[in-house]
């Protein structure tokens, strides 16, 4: 079980940090992943991370303003969030895969949490 946290109201330029906690120690030997829905739209992949940390992807869109981490001690990943704008208004979803590593394909990822409500203002 997932869930995630840390999401709220931001202006434009700001920054919040998204935490996802893992209830089950198996995830520490999964990738996780971050994905974002925003009103409207369809689910899309914004970051990866493998399960030691080595490899991180990033959508284009987030790339340079975002940073994926993870603790594997404590269960967490976290989703660093810098220079928000307001096309970053979205649901955020923290998600483990079935493998140690994943580019970000959303079909690599099995377990989902309930997702954390970002809103940018401008």
């Known amino acids: 079980q997932l869930q995630a946290s840390g999401g709220g109201l931001v202006q434009a330029g700001g920054s919040l940090r998204l935490s996802c906690a893992a209830s089950?120690?198996?995830?520490?030997?999964?990738?996780l992943g971050w994905f974002r829905q925003a009103p409207g739209k369809e689910r899309e992949f914004v970051a990866a991370i493998s399960w030691r940390g080595e490899v991180k992807n990033y959508a284009d869109s987030v790339k340079g303003r975002f940073t994926i981490s993870r603790d594997n001690a404590k269960n967490i990943v976290y989703l660093q969030m810098n220079g928000l704008k307001p096309e970053d208004t979205a649901i955020y979803y923290c998600?483990?895969?079935?493998?140690?590593?994943?580019?970000?394909?959303?079909?690599?990822?099995?377990?989902w949490g309930q997702g954390t409500l970002v809103t940018v203002s401008s």
């Open positions: 998600a483990a895969a079935r493998r140690s590593f994943s580019s970000g394909n959303e079909a690599d990822f099995a377990s």
């Open positions: 089950d120690r198996r995830f520490s030997n999964n990738a």
